[in-house]
């Protein structure tokens, strides 16, 4: 499902490592595998997420705001600072990695930070250690940046 744009996969309980075949998902814009007991390392694969490579069109951003008739099928409910919103207009605005509430270990991938169209990256409530990548502020779009309930490093 290479054109895949939202994966949302919380509250599943799933276990084991996250597949390698995420890796594949060039088109996604939402990941959401929160609160499963998910294992394992954060793929470095991540910055083959194309679509979160690209910076918000603030252009586009404006348009559809003063745009009075925006039709679009598209539409999610989304986990956004702790409550449930519905996106139907903006989704293709949204870009985000939800990975929080897992049993994720090892470092951040520096990688995740090539990912500059991200609006929101939760990793909170893992088992993750080491040193946040340095050249994190690349990710200038960020609205929500969650990194609590783990073991970083400056």
């Not at 499963?36 to 690209?54: A, D, Q, V, W």
């Not at 069109?57 to 008739?69: H, Q």
């Not at 509430?101 to 951040?108: A, F, R, T, Y």
Request: proline share 5%; with cysteine; charged share 20%.
């Amino acid at each position: 499902m290479p054109n895949l744009m939202v994966l949302g996969l919380k509250f599943n309980n799933f276990r084991g490592g996250l597949p390698l075949s995420l890796c594949h998902l060039t088109e996604i814009q939402i990941l959401d595998i929160s609160m499963n007991k998910i294992s394992g390392t954060i793929p470095k694969c991540l910055n083959n997420f194309t679509s979160m490579r690209i910076k918000p069109d603030s252009t586009k951003l404006d348009n559809f705001i003063s745009s009075s008739v925006y039709q679009d099928r598209e539409s999610a409910l989304i986990m956004w600072k702790g409550k449930d919103e519905k996106y139907d207009s903006l989704l293709g605005l949204v870009k985000l990695i939800d990975f929080s509430s897992n049993n994720l270990v090892g470092e951040i991938p520096p990688e995740i930070t090539s990912l500059v169209g991200l609006i929101a990256l939760n990793l909170s409530r893992n088992n993750l250690v080491g040193p946040i990548p340095h050249d994190i502020g690349r990710l200038e779009s960020l609205d929500f940046f969650d990194l609590s309930k783990n073991n970083l490093s400056v």
